[in-house]
Nanobody, 120 residues
Framework: QVQLEESGGGLVQAGGSLRLSCAAS????????MGWYRQAPGKVRELVAR????????VYGDFVKGRFTISRDNAKNTVYLQMNSLKPEDTAIYYC?????????????WGQGTQVTVSS
């Protein structure tokens, strides 16, 4: 079972940047699609960015609009989310996700989340 631990969240002013990290243990992330999701108070969890196991396919939420970049370093068993031009509406808990389908079974793991707060 993969354990995921997010870090890098915090308080930042609008227009600022943060870099989130998701370190995995208990297994290799190289066989998983990895993603970042976020959930703001009173809202449903939404996809921020997702990167395939090889890194060859990346999907971003519509709201990202070129401001965020997801990347992965399989050798370090870590996934990153570089967030630039942050807005107050980006305030949320950001969760790391590992996802894999094998023989019809889905294996999905979540981290505990890291708080991102953007002040205006």
């Amino acid at each position: 079972q993969v354990q995921l631990e997010e870090s890098g969240g915090g308080l930042v002013q609008a227009g600022g940047s943060l870099r989130l990290s998701c370190a995995a243990s208990g297994g290799t992330i190289s066989i998983y699609d990895m993603g970042w999701y976020r959930q703001a108070p009173g809202k449903v969890r939404e996809l921020v960015a997702r990167i395939s196991d090889s890194g060859g396919s990346i999907v971003y939420g519509d709201f990202v609009k070129g401001r965020f970049t997801i990347s992965r370093d399989n050798a370090k068993n870590t996934v990153y989310l570089q967030m630039n031009s942050l807005k107050p509406e980006d305030t949320a808990i950001y969760y790391c996700n590992a996802d894999r389908v094998l023989s019809g079974l889905r294996y999905r793991y979540w981290g505990q989340g890291t708080q991102v707060t953007v002040s205006s």
